[in-house]
């Protein structure tokens, strides 16, 4: 049975939460990590305060991207209850990811209850204020001292916990974005579903260039013909058509949302037609120019949704919804928020409950 080793450093300072919290600058006071090697597989389990880390400069992750992290939220309910949407879901996506990075899986039920235990010792951090979140980022990397393209025979795993605030501070902002065409983020059969450093890093330009023109987010298109919607910045995306709600298809170049697929079902609920497929950039300005494109919008673990205002390509301007957030997508964004919050009822079992009691 894993034994988790507590190293507990006791907080001399009632936690103080600025009044902005913005978006992973805080950490809190501890983190869990374990390791990984061939003849012990995962061990050395311990909840223990942060520190940086010391590392070889051989490190394969830090030469060849062997590296994938996860991104989910706890919360605080209006009852007082601290509870985690959809945990599951996103570490079982992170042992898809260690499968296609050539990583040793997690055993995911022992994390997950490892996960409860570093959320129940750092409850004190969790915001409360509208739209704030605990934030969790699990993360695993190849360290051994190789210079050479092979994958690592041991591995670091860390989960470490960051207060955040509301992702719109300003209110529900529908988001301008640029339809690139000029440079591709994945390709099929490459790594695109799976959440690791490289996919991060293929965005990064493609982005820098479209905020300098004025735009918050890139729409991907696919990485062979070009002709084919498949992102919008670090997140899904949905496209309201006249009658129909469409949302591109799983091709392996698409990371499998955990907020996509809570938004499928909910439009399942709903008695709506929700299909994943491709949807071509012709399609898409056709529906505008007809008047049948009634709304876009993102979905991930961040944002929850973002409505989109505006899409630009190759300097076609398309307003979306008189740029204004489209009824569906404040819909789906309060659904989802007071299924969080404990407001509305958890119908297909996404809430896990933290207990407050500390198994120290």
């Given at each position: 049975?894993?034994?988790i080793t507590y190293h507990i450093k006791p907080r001399l300072t009632k936690i103080e939460l600025p009044s902005k919290l913005g978006f992973g600058t805080i950490f809190t006071d501890h983190i869990f990590e374990m390791d990984y090697n061939p003849l012990d597989g995962w061990h050395n389990f311990a909840i223990k305060p942060?520190?940086?880390?010391?590392?070889?400069?051989?490190?394969?992750?830090?030469?060849?991207?062997?590296?994938?992290?996860?991104?989910?939220?706890?919360?605080?309910?209006?009852?007082?209850?601290?509870?985690?949407?959809?945990?599951?879901?996103?570490?079982?996506?992170?042992?898809?990811?260690?499968?296609?990075?050539?990583?040793?899986?997690?055993?995911?039920?022992?994390?997950?209850?490892?996960?409860?235990?570093?959320?129940?010792?750092?409850?004190?951090?969790?915001?409360?204020?509208?739209?704030?979140?605990?934030?969790?980022?699990?993360?695993?990397?190849?360290?051994?001292?190789?210079?050479?393209?092979?994958?690592?025979?041991?591995?670091?795993?860390?989960?470490?916990?960051?207060?955040?605030?509301?992702?719109?501070?300003?209110?529900?902002?529908?988001?301008?974005?640029?339809?690139?065409?000029?440079?591709?983020?994945?390709?099929?059969?490459?790594?695109?579903?799976?959440?690791?450093?490289?996919?991060?890093?293929?965005?990064?330009?493609?982005?820098?260039?479209?905020?300098?023109?004025?735009?918050?987010?890139?729409?991907?298109?696919?990485?062979?013909?070009?002709?084919?919607?498949?992102?919008?910045?670090?997140?899904?995306?949905?496209?309201?058509?006249?009658?129909?709600?469409?949302?591109?298809?799983?091709?392996?170049?698409?990371?499998?949302?955990?907020?996509?697929?809570?938004?499928?079902?909910?439009?399942?609920?709903?008695?709506?037609?929700?299909?994943?497929?491709?949807?071509?950039?012709?399609?898409?300005?056709?529906?505008?120019?007809?008047?049948?494109?009634?709304?876009?919008?993102?979905?991930?673990?961040?944002?929850?949704?973002?409505?989109?205002?505006?899409?630009?390509?190759?300097?076609?301007?398309?307003?979306?919804?008189?740029?204004?957030?489209?009824?569906?997508?404040?819909?789906?964004?309060?659904?989802?928020?007071?299924?969080?919050?404990?407001?509305?009822?958890?119908?297909?079992?996404?809430?896990?409950?933290?207990?407050?009691?500390?198994?120290?």
């Open positions: 049975m894993n034994q942060v520190e940086n880390l010391s590392v070889h400069p051989a490190a394969v992750f830090l030469h060849y991207g062997q590296s994938i992290f996860e991104g989910l939220k706890a919360f605080r309910t209006n009852s007082g209850e601290v509870v985690l949407f959809r945990p599951e879901t996103h570490l079982k996506r992170m042992n898809n990811s260690a499968r296609r990075i050539c990583m040793p899986e997690i055993d995911d039920a022992f994390v997950l209850e490892a996960l409860k235990e570093l959320i129940s010792i750092e409850q004190d951090w969790i915001p409360t204020g509208i739209g704030e979140s605990l934030y969790i980022r699990p993360i695993m990397f190849g360290n051994d001292e190789l210079l050479g393209v092979h994958p690592s025979k041991s591995y670091k795993f860390i989960i470490m916990l960051s207060p955040v605030g509301a992702y719109y501070p300003e209110g529900f902002k529908p988001v301008k974005i640029l339809m690139q065409n000029d440079y591709v983020r994945a390709v099929r059969k490459g790594i695109g579903e799976a959440k690791t450093a490289g996919n991060y890093s293929a965005s990064l330009l493609a982005t820098e260039i479209a905020n300098k023109l004025g735009y918050t987010q890139v729409l991907w298109l696919d990485g062979v013909e070009q002709k084919y919607l498949e992102e919008v910045g670090t997140m899904n995306i949905f496209v309201e058509f006249e009658d129909e709600i469409a949302t591109p298809k799983l091709t392996g170049s698409i990371l499998p949302g955990v907020t996509r697929a809570s938004v499928i079902q909910l439009l399942k609920d709903k008695g709506l037609p929700i299909t994943e497929r491709l949807i071509s950039t012709d399609e898409f300005i056709k529906a505008y120019e007809n008047g049948k494109l009634k709304g876009v919008f993102g979905t991930g673990t961040a944002a929850i949704i973002s409505p989109v205002a505006e899409v630009t390509f190759k300097e076609k301007k398309m307003i979306i919804n008189n740029g204004e957030a489209g009824k569906l997508a404040v819909e789906l964004f309060n659904e989802i928020t007071e299924i969080q919050k404990g407001i509305a009822q958890d119908k297909h079992g996404w809430i896990a409950k933290v207990p407050h009691e500390v198994a120290v």
